[in-house]
């Protein structure tokens, strides 16, 4: 770090060693800097070197079109007229005809039509974020091959819940002039045998309503682009998404929507419009099923289908599941201790003040309900840090460093893509050295290289191996760096003990820290996508919309933000708790769930169990009010939500259990 001591005058520094990364020198920064005294500079910025390259967040979600769904028709299949229903515990103690006892595989089937559905992302997606395991079944391309064998084998069901992406699975080869069926009626015969006999759960997860649902037909359908509808959670709703805010109503926006009401009295409405149209319904059939019906479409960024996906996910597999959800926000913030350059010149380096306005800010998010999980993590350059006590932002740092998670991002900022091994492990060890000793929540498994560099680079790989990493990220913005399915990271193809976890860039640059930089940017960029110039407020809008995407689906990965942002640009607010601060309003007008920032080696953790699950050729069984059963033959750790245990998590009032398998043996748990 540079110290300036007298109060007026400017002079020209030169740092000695002029090598860059890779050559022989000893790779100190180098070059003229001119210093403003009694300020303190540190890293590439006081060179007038970019720190970063300047990483984008998606501008908004992509809009998809909404399908209008072909006119209505239930299979043409006759049900049993069975006059009284069974109970849902009697229904669970009858096994199928012949069978003594049932068992159910722990995966989900979804059966689409011809895969073209706006839904089908949506319901894979929400799968995904549960990390559940489902199969998808493409109707039209396997005409008349759901067949009986395909659901179950003997007494063992092979899924313990069915989603089809449209009542009825209507679909058109001629662009709308007529629709059929994908499912043939011995198919669809076979479904509904199946889940008659193994008291599975199926959801439309959109529909055109009729009597297959228990429904009458739709009295009109809106555009809700045009004309949203406000859904209301019924007092049988409110226990199916018991997590839902029900102070505050649902609008179902940007998609299709039929207005019905039930024709069956064993129909349960659970979310309802304001004429008390049924728009999310349950139904036990005369045959015993358990159905669910949605009508309006839905796609993987629409916010009714990400804040209703939880509680479908739950009630499909009446909340037993391999796999585990909860909502995330993990934002870290690089650069702490250095100078950031900034878009409108000069270089900023946060305060001991900006650093104390933060946390203060911090302490007051995690005192509203459901936040007190969470805490920001702090990716640091350890060059900037004076711990003599003269430098009142080491101190600051230093004196609340329990209520942050510290995170290794090397010594002084140097990219690592061509670093040889000796400066690329110098550059982590140094700020290792530092932070041992220092901060109290740091561990050596986590690092974040300087401008997310070095990941294909072998050296900057053996390196991080050598002192102890086993977590880094990546940029998503990059191609292939990005999440190859929903909370699953990647190993690495050179170091394979090394796993990246991908990490969102946001359109809260890191060369901004007050809010007329930070509009000045952010217009410079995309006045031209939104047709003119936004107000900070309409920028912290749409920033905080995309982060809210991220929460509600449970995404367990970390957000980009940079120091500047923690300036207290009017001494008491920054712009990263601005947009957050709008973000968690978002966020509670629709959710309950409690929000988790897990330390890093914690997500990189349970990205690796699942990655391990989903190799390991585990068998998971549920005997339906009796027991879960897990088989591998390989070692294998992983979570099963809804099973209680001495070493249960508790997350919103639910048990999320690690369980241990090791090879070629059975773990047995029995559910309550």
């Known amino acids: ?328 926000l993990t934002p870290q913030s690089d650069d702490l201790f250095i100078d950031d350059d900034m878009f409108t010149g000069g270089v900023y380096r946060i305060t001991a003040d900006d650093y104390n306005a933060a946390h203060s800010w911090q302490v007051g998010q995690q005192a509203n309900p459901g936040n007190s999980g969470f805490r920001l993590a702090m990716a640091f350059n350890a060059i900037g840090a004076d711990t003599s006590g003269d430098d009142p932002l080491t101190s600051a740092v230093l004196a609340t460093n329990a209520d942050y998670l510290f995170l290794n991002h090397t010594w002084d900022h140097q990219n690592l893509d061509n670093a040889d091994y000796a400066f690329a492990f110098s550059q982590i060890d140094q700020n290792n050295q530092f932070a041992i000793g220092q901060f109290q929540n740091f561990t050596t498994a986590n690092f974040i290289s300087p401008d997310v560099s070095g990941l294909t680079n072998p050296n900057a790989l053996a390196a991080m191996r050598d002192t102890g990493v086993k977590y880094t990220v990546s940029d998503t913005s990059q191609p292939g760096w990005s999440n190859p399915a929903p909370n699953i990271g990647i190993y690495s193809s050179i170091e394979p003990s090394i796993l990246i976890i991908p990490r969102r860039p946001t359109n809260l640059f890191y060369n901004v820290s007050t809010p007329d930089e930070w509009t000045a940017e952010y217009n410079s960029l995309y006045a031209t996508y939104w047709g003119r110039a936004l107000s900070y407020a309409e920028v912290l809008d749409k920033e905080s919309q995309n982060v809210l995407l991220y929460m509600l689906e449970g995404e367990i990965d970390p957000h980009m933000y940079h120091q500047p942002n923690l300036r207290a640009y009017d001494g008491v607010h920054t712009l990263l708790g601005d947009l957050l601060d709008l973000t968690f309003q978002k966020f509670r007008k629709s959710s309950t769930l409690p929000v988790m920032s897990p330390d890093m080696q914690v997500a990189g953790a349970r990205i690796a169990s699942t990655m391990a699950r989903n190799a390991s050729g585990l068998t998971a069984t549920l005997t339906p009010g009796v027991s879960v059963s897990f088989s591998s033959p390989v070692d294998v750790q992983f979570a099963v939500s809804g099973v209680c245990t001495t070493g249960s998590e508790n997350y919103a009032g639910k048990c999320i259990t690690p369980v241990h398998v090791t090879a070629g043996g059975t773990v047995t748990l029995p559910v309550q």
């Open 1 to 328: 770090m540079i110290r300036r001591e007298a109060p007026i005058l400017v002079i020209a520094a030169i740092l000695t060693g002029c090598g860059s990364p890779g050559s022989s020198s000893n790779h100190e920064l180098d070059g003229p800097i001119f210093l403003d005294l009694l300020q303190v500079c540190a890293g590439p910025a006081c060179l007038g070197l970019p720190v970063e390259n300047l990483t984008l967040g998606p501008v908004a979600p992509p809009v998809i079109r909404s399908q209008w769904l072909g006119p209505p028709g239930a299979p043409a299949l006759a049900h049993p007229t069975a006059l009284e229903r069974p109970s849902r515990a009697t229904a669970l103690a009858t096994p199928p005809p012949g069978c003594s006892s049932y068992s159910l595989g722990m995966q989900v089937l979804v059966i689409a039509t011809d895969g073209k559905e706006n839904d089908l992302p949506a319901i894979q997606q929400a799968l995904g974020y549960h990390t559940i395991p489902f199969s998808t079944w493409t109707a039209a391309q396997n005409p008349g091959l759901l067949t009986a064998d395909k659901l179950s084998a003997g007494c063992a069901g092979k899924y313990q819940g069915i989603i089809l992406t449209t009542g009825g699975l209507l679909y058109s080869t001629d662009g709308g002039a007529s629709f059929r069926s994908a499912l043939t009626s011995a198919e669809w015969q076979a479904l509904r045998n199946y889940e008659a006999s193994f008291h599975v759960r199926e959801i439309s997860w959109y529909v055109n309503p009729s009597a297959d649902q228990g429904l009458n037909p739709a009295s009109a359908s809106v555009d809700t682009t045009t004309s949203p509808i406000d859904g209301t959670l019924t007092a049988a709703g409110k226990t199916v998404f018991p997590y839902v805010n029900s102070a505050n109503p649902i609008t179902i926006s940007q998609a299709w929507a039929y207005l019905t009401t039930p024709s069956d009295p064993n129909v349960t409405p659970l979310l309802v419009d304001k004429d008390n149209h049924a728009l999310v319904s349950r139904r036990l059939t005369s045959d015993g099923r358990e159905t669910m019906a949605l009508t309006f479409d839905s796609n993987p960024n629409l916010v009714h289908d990400l804040v209703l996906a939880h509680g479908l996910v739950e009630w499909l597999t009446t909340g037993i599941y391999l796999g585990e959800f909860r909502a995330y």
